[in-house]
């Protein structure tokens, strides 16, 4: 069982920063890529940021100059630095994981989502 928890999620101004943190746990022989995704009200879930095992990292444009991305490949935990956040930013974060198990399968995993809301 792989389980991937996010946190630190909440109200923010605009302008201001958060940090959104994503632990994977359970039977993980290894993580290749793990990133964010959001999903706005109203909104397809569009792709935010990833890193991979080796730390190369990558943003989608709208991001690109706020956010960072990082993991603790020791703790299986992938951040996300947000900074001068926008009301647009206001969006259900989620994040997901490319694995292996320790019983050699391949896939995908989500975590539950955590709310973030950019109002002043």
């Known amino acids: 069982q792989v389980q991937l928890v996010e946190s630190g999620g909440g109200l923010v101004q605009p302008g201001g920063s958060l940090r959104l943190s994503c632990a994977a746990s359970?039977?993980?022989?290894?993580?290749?890529?793990i990133g964010w995704y959001r999903q706005a009200p109203g909104k397809q879930r569009e792709w935010v940021a990833v890193?991979?095992?080796?730390?190369?990292?990558k943003y989608a444009d709208c991001v690109k100059g706020r956010f960072t991305i990082s993991r603790d490949n020791v703790k299986n935990t992938v951040y996300l630095q947000m900074n001068m956040v926008a009301p647009e930013d206001t969006a259900v974060y989620y994040c997901?994981?490319?694995?292996?198990?320790?019983?050699?399968?391949?896939?995908?995993?989500w975590g539950q989502g955590t709310q973030v809301t950019v109002s002043s």
């Open positions: 890193i991979t095992s080796g730390n190369s990292t």
């Open positions: 359970g039977s993980i022989s290894r993580i290749y890529t």
């Open positions: 997901h994981a490319d694995l292996v198990t320790t019983w050699g399968d391949r896939d995908d995993y």
